[in-house]
């Protein structure tokens, strides 16, 4: 079922520069016996090299690293525009071609988005989920916005070489996702340029309504950065004309809009790499 529904996805989307390319795939069955089984072969864009190999050498550079992530936000532009959205992404799942090219593969949970309607299967990799997929506190479901925070995980660990909340956890996975969905604000513990600092903190706003609002505008404020030697980003549109636009380094307290709740009720997997459906 998730290789029928990721060909689809592929079907949908076509070819992008910054998406994982297909050439074609066959349906056949493997007959053992009186059972018979239907097996589905993809062929696709032969990609080695996914950034999980990138983010086990430590941190990267904030110019390399803002390439890549443009990269990313490009693809999902155009997943987005085509009512794709993803719903895992991670390094796992982001690939760099020979040229440092990076693009976005893996559709199997992804879901096709009605022009009105909203998403509420609890669907993710529990240590790059958005808060909203599990805990929903506004009882809306979720949208794009969503891709946008899990690159913004991804974000934090190619800018500083580790996930949210490692040092506070000792790297105990399970306590990083459970602080993290309890609330608090996510701080960038490294120095790193102001404006690009900014820019990430944004799109991991523990409220939706305080991130970007799409990828082309998260995409805007990161060439900002790199116009700026990093000194300067382009807020959330909607956090234009208050104080909360940016998440400094020194804040401390919960994010603006939500109530930080010390056990949230979800209970991470032993594997937090996996994809999970949260039920």
Not at 55 to 72: F, H, N, P, V, Y
Not at 101 to 112: N, Q
Not at 130 to 156: R, T
Request: hydrophobic share 35%.
């Amino acid at each position: 079922l998730k290789e029928a529904r990721e060909i689809i996805h592929m079907y949908d989307l076509g070819m992008h520069q910054n998406i994982v390319g297909w050439h074609n795939h066959e349906v056949f069955q493997d007959v053992v016996e009186d059972t018979a089984t239907t097996l589905v072969a993809v062929m696709m864009e032969f990609l080695p090299n996914s950034m999980t190999n990138y983010i086990r050498s430590g941190a990267m550079q904030w110019e390399a690293a803002l390439k890549i992530l443009i990269d990313c936000l490009q693809g999902l532009e155009y997943v987005h525009a085509k009512r794709i959205l993803h719903r895992d992404i991670k390094p796992d799942n982001i690939f760099i071609t020979k040229d440092g090219t990076a693009k976005i593969g893996d559709f199997g949970v992804a879901r096709k988005m009605d022009k009105a309607a909203m998403a509420d299967t609890r669907v993710g990799t529990p240590l790059y989920i958005a808060p909203e997929v599990v805990k929903d506190p506004y009882g809306e479901g979720y949208g794009y916005s969503i891709d946008l925070y899990s690159l913004g995980i991804v974000a934090h660990e190619l800018l500083t070489g580790i996930m949210p909340f490692a040092i506070e956890c000792n790297g105990n996975k399970q306590q990083m996702v459970k602080l993290r969905l309890s609330g608090r604000p996510i701080q960038i513990k490294k120095q790193l340029p102001q404006g690009v600092v900014q820019a990430i903190q944004c799109s991991l706003a523990y409220d939706p309504g305080l991130r970007y609002e799409s990828a082309t505008e998260f995409r805007k404020a990161l060439e900002r950065c790199q116009e700026t030697r990093g000194q300067e980003t382009i807020r959330p549109k909607q956090a234009l004309g208050t104080n909360q636009g940016f998440i400094s380094s020194g804040v401390s307290g919960p994010t603006p809009g939500y109530q930080h709740d010390p056990n949230p009720e979800f209970q991470p997997y032993e594997d937090d790499s996996s994809v999970v459906e949260l039920y």
